[in-house]
């Protein structure tokens, strides 16, 4: 059973579009978390939700907009894609009882803007 | 407020040669330090990581790593390197509950037959 599952895995669009990115886990975390991997592989948070409640907003175009219906989801949503866009999202989970607990991520949204 | 430095972006070992992959962290509270492997195109998969109990911490796939506070490190080493181990590592470090793991820029390891 897949944990943090995120659909689609490739996205290709074109600059302008607006799309979503969904995310889903069967942990029972009730933390969630969106990072970006840049094409240099750097790894950066983007967004954070504890318990549906946005915890940590990174400095984000405001064009992404994370919405989290319940503590098992967490979706992102793009407006106005940019090909500064283009790059590969993670979407993660833990509890958040312990700065120790193990965060485990999804397989990736490789997103492409052209 | 906390950083990772990984020191060697990429590192080239020969099959059963001794892996180091280097870790320098920087944090203002007792940092909680975390290895992860990343496979083309796959996600991430935690190795190990240290929460403040033994400094020596064992992994899987036959990694370890050492936490070091007078050297604020965090070094991975595998004794004998596979094939299967080339991947990019990335190591990271959390302060605080809520708070982001903040991730090294990674290191692509390769291993040569």
């Known amino acids: 059973d897949t944990a943090v599952s995120q659909t689609p895995k490739y996205l290709v669009t074109q600059m302008g579009n607006d799309k979503s990115i969904k995310c889903e886990q069967n942990l029972g975390h009730d933390t969630m978390y969106w990072y970006k991997q840049d094409s240099k592989k750097f790894l950066k948070i983007m967004f954070s939700?504890?318990?549906?409640?946005?915890?940590i907003n990174e400095t984000v175009p405001n064009r992404f907009s994370p919405k989290s219906p319940d503590k098992a989801h967490l979706n992102l949503h793009i407006n106005s894609l940019e090909l500064g866009d283009s790059a590969v999202y993670f979407c993660a989970s833990s509890f958040d009882n312990n700065s120790g607990n193990t965060i485990y991520f999804g397989e990736g949204s490789w997103l492409t803007v052209v | 407020a906390q950083s990772v430095t990984q020191l060697g972006s990429h590192v080239s070992v020969s099959e059963g040669a001794l892996v180091l992959l280097r870790c320098n962290y920087s944090?203002?509270?007792?940092?909680?330090l975390f290895w992860y492997v990343q496979y083309p195109n796959q996600g991430l998969q935690l190795l190990l990581k240290?929460?403040?109990?033994?400094?020596l911490v064992k992994g899987i796939n036959g990694f370890e790593a050492e936490f070091k506070k007078s050297e604020t490190s965090f070094h991975l080493t595998k004794p004998s390197a596979h094939m299967r181990d080339a991947a990019e590592y990335f190591c990271?470090?959390?302060?605080?509950?809520?708070?982001?793991?903040?991730f090294g820029q990674g290191t692509i390891l390769t291993v040569h037959p």
């Open positions: 944090s203002s509270v007792p940092p909680y």
């Open positions: 939700y504890n318990n549906k409640e946005l915890i």
């Open positions: 990271a470090v959390r302060g605080t509950s809520y708070g982001k793991l903040t």
């Open positions: 240290y929460t403040s109990a033994a400094t």
